[in-house]
């Protein structure tokens, strides 16, 4: 019978090469990428199994989980053998996986470095496929007591109000602000644009006694911190 005619499935895998067999008794730290998501297909086509599915999924994303995270549920029904469902399936586990790190990355709200201030915003920013300005407002010592989107942009920019920012953080009585936006397009390098923003609002902010603690732009597992650069 042809390959592409027979009914080809994950019950045909010895027991101990199944997914959710394996998880239960191997432990899901012993799972791959791939037989991970293929739970989450629980099936494939006629033409292959879930792993196999998952796998032409994760290859062309060149098996970075990072680039998965960013397919909506239209990019992921592109592909044979992915519907609506499982397509919805997929985006609601990595966004469980991704609001997982934001909690966990909420537990250290002091600011002390700039690793701390991406730890903070990375979950929130890195997966983005448009460009997101965001506002953190700190106390005297630097422990973080509001955070704000301040602008949604396209793919290449968005527009930030510094009167709006900083009325916002007057109102919160803040001491400090930090601004974090991402790059969709992998670049750390900041524009033109970045950098007079970036002076625009230290001196506004400074004419409020208000200090700006640092700038960073985030694009993938990278960021630029304007502070550590120098830039303030």
Known sequence: ???DEKNYTIKQLSEEDRPREKLLNQGRQRLTNAELM???IQSGSDRETAIELAQRI???CNNNL???GRLEVADLCAFRGIGPAKAITIVAALELGRRRQLSEAEDRIQIRSSRDIYAWMEPLLADLSVEEFWALYLNRGNRIIGKERMSQGGV???VVDVKVLLRNAVQRLCSAVVVVHNHPS?????????IQLTKKLKQAAELMDIRLIDHLIIAGKGYYSFADEGML
Do not use: F, N, R, V
């Open 1 to 3: 019978m042809p390959y």
């Open 38 to 40: 293929a739970i989450l």
């Open 58 to 60: 994760l290859l062309s």
């Open 66 to 68: 990072q680039e998965l």
């Open 156 to 158: 290449s920019g968005t």
């Open 186 to 194: 992998g670049t750390l390098q900041p524009s033109q644009a970045d």
